[in-house]
Each structure stands twice: as C-alpha cells, then as structure tokens.
C-alpha cells in the first residue's frame, strides 16, 4: 500500500494551509478550519513540529483533517484507523456516523471487519478484485445465518478453515524437528 506523500519538512499546520488552499478555501475560513481541527484532533501542541518528527498517528490525523478540511459531499478513507491510539479510534468511529448524519457520504475501506460492522450501514465484500457481497451488515448476517461480519467475510472469501491454518502455522513453528 502506498504511503501518503506528507511532505515530511512541513508542519502539520503548513501542511494543512497547503491543502486548503489548493482546495480555494479563504484565508479567514482556512485559518479558523485549521485551529479548530487541530485542537479537536489533540494536535496543536505539536502543530509547529515537522511532520517527521510526529508519530504514524498524529500524520493520521493530519491526513483525516486534510480530508475534512474543505467540507467535501464525498469522503474516501482507505485505512483510516491505521496507527490511531485506541482513544482515537473510538472517536473516528463516532466522526464517521456523524459525518453520515450530516449528510456526508462516506467510502470507509478496511481490513478491521469489527470497526466497518460498528459503522457502516452498507458493505461491500471484495475477493480477489471481483465483489462477493453487498448489502446491509445486517442483512448479511441474517441471509447467511451468521452472527458478525468477520463470520460473513470468512464464509464467503475462505476456501480453507483459518483455524484450522493458523493451528498448522503454529505446529510448524513449534515442532522439534
């Protein structure tokens, strides 16, 4: 997976002024923008750092308030949640059903199944390039008589028990040969 280009000898406030205006945003709106998401996302006592000095998380973050900056109608996050402390990732949970509830349309792709069934109302299941479901979370469960989105995905996408492989995984690496 590629790695987003932050321009590591930027702040995470140069960074963002970048992008805002390249997305045309007023200077008085871009500023006011700016402090506000980088007070909410815990940032600005390291908005003054280079980016390269700043955790996986924090240029997360920096990355979530790029992408929230110019109040698009379409939001794609791939991995969203990548390098994210756990109290982070509660809250970008919470920001995506608001972000829904506020009208946003919301393209969340991730390989965490238990945060997608937390807050997606639709899913799509892709195996090997080609879509293998898409539906509700629940009504996925219900067609196919499972109980969570991880027993959904391992029904449709598993040819081999993974279990099953994992146990063979650790007798491998277990065995005294």
Sequence with gaps: MPKPNLYPYLTGREYLELVGRLRGLPDGRLGRRIARLLTLFSLEPDSHSPLSSDSKGMRQKVLISAALLHDPELLVFDEPMSGLDAASAVMFRHLIKALARAGKTVLYSSHELEAVERVAD???????????????????RELMKLDSLEEVFTELVFTEDPEAVADRIVDTVVARD
């Design 122 to 140: 639709r899913v799509v299941v892709l195996h090997q390039g080609r879509m293998a479901a898409h539906d509700s979370v629940e009504r996925l």
